[in-house]
């Protein structure tokens, strides 16, 4: 009896896990398990046992119902997977939905853009205190505390002790203390570009109270102001396009002597005359060459070296270059993504 119960288990068994779908399954259990199946009809045969043997083989029994029991659940959870398996079968060709990717600020991208475009001509990308000294962003820069010059360059000052030399701190209105904080820390030649957070009290369609500015020195003997002139028109050529050229118009700032704002021409009409520019040209910003007390408070003697400097404000260089025609700036910096995403 005990051989007959172990044929019949493995026989189960042996079919149960060549079984491909539940109906086979279904088939199988009634098969074994079912009121006249297999195991019931062994049963038949216990009459003629002695009550010992009875025992013995309803204990085989039962664990070979049991086991036939668990391979049949196990059996139809491996089809019932494979079956969804299937039904979830992808083709891999098929193109597929691009995963979101954001992207860098347009300020960002302005700033790398601006920089890569000085460095490439040997200028090296520094950056200095955004909360500043009055020395380093006026005072030596030819702007002392009563000069009226400073209304030009309204600023937040810091309300913290003053230093007994450099004076109260500010934030930088500009990024002309740059220029002062380079000499110090090198000796010519120069060739600094400084792309800072400025500071102004000023808030309308173009204007924010942050912005930014790159400032260039280049101080060398012998500096004059063709070479001014020249890396004017180098970043027009390659910032703004082949047929770009810059002016330079007679000013006044107190850092440099001559002073001078740079214009750009106009992309339309080159420098004649349209109706969107009018005079042909567009103002990029301030310029000149380094005022010699400028160089002195630098450390630097004057009659040896020279130098130029220009200052202009990342917002507006780059508005200007892109034809965003941006009626008002301050959606720069208040993060609205429906602003922001479309650039
Ligand atoms: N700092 C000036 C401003 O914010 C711009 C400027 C003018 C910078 C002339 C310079 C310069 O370096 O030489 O308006």
Same mark, same amino acid.
């Given at each position: ?109 302005? +700033? ?82 400084? +792309? ?148």
């Amino acid at each position: 009896m005990a051989e007959k119960i172990i044929n019949l288990k493995n026989e189960a068994i042996g079919n149960i896990l060549e079984a491909k779908d539940e109906k086979e399954l279904e088939r199988l259990k009634i098969l074994y398990l079912g009121r006249s199946g297999k195991i019931n009809q062994l049963t038949k045969e216990f009459p003629h046992f002695s009550p010992e043997e009875k025992i013995k083989a309803g204990r085989q029994l039962n664990e070979t119902k049991k086991a036939i029991e668990e391979a049949l659940e196990n059996q139809l959870s491996a089809v019932s997977n494979q079956l969804s398996a299937k039904e979830e079968w992808f083709d891999v060709t098929e193109p597929s939905i691009k995963p979101k990717i954001g992207h860098l600020h347009l300020l960002t991208e302005a +700033i790398r853009e601006i920089s890569s475009v000085f460095e490439k001509i040997g200028f090296v990308r520094v950056r200095y205190p955004e909360v500043e000294w009055d020395w380093y962003a006026f005072e030596g820069l030819n702007m002392p505390s009563t000069h009226p010059a400073r209304d030009d360059f309204e600023s937040f000052f810091v309300d913290t002790p003053a230093h007994p030399k450099l004076g109260r701190m500010t934030l930088t209105p500009h990024t002309s203390n740059g220029q002062l904080r380079e000499m110090e820390r090198i000796k010519p030649p120069i060739r600094m570009i400084n +792309i800072a957070r400025c500071h102004r009290p000023n808030w309308d369609i173009t204007h924010t109270p942050t912005f930014h500015q790159f400032e260039g020195l280049v101080i060398d003997k012998g500096i004059n102001i063709s070479h001014l002139k020249g890396i004017f028109d180098y970043f027009a050529v390659n910032f703004f396009g082949k047929d770009r050229r810059t002016r330079l118009r007679p000013f006044h700032f107190q850092f440099t002597e001559p002073s001078f704002e740079v214009d750009i021409n106009c992309p339309l009409c080159l420098g004649k005359g349209c109706r969107t520019c009018k005079s042909g040209w567009m103002e990029l910003g301030g310029s000149g060459m380094v005022h010699p007390r400028v160089l002195e408070n630098g450390g630097l003697d004057p009659n040896i070296y020279s130098g130029f400097a220009f200052g202009w404000g990342v917002e507006r260089t780059y508005i200007m270059r892109s034809g965003l025609k941006l009626g008002d700036i301050r959606p720069l910096y208040e993060s609205d993504l429906r602003f922001i995403n479309q650039f």
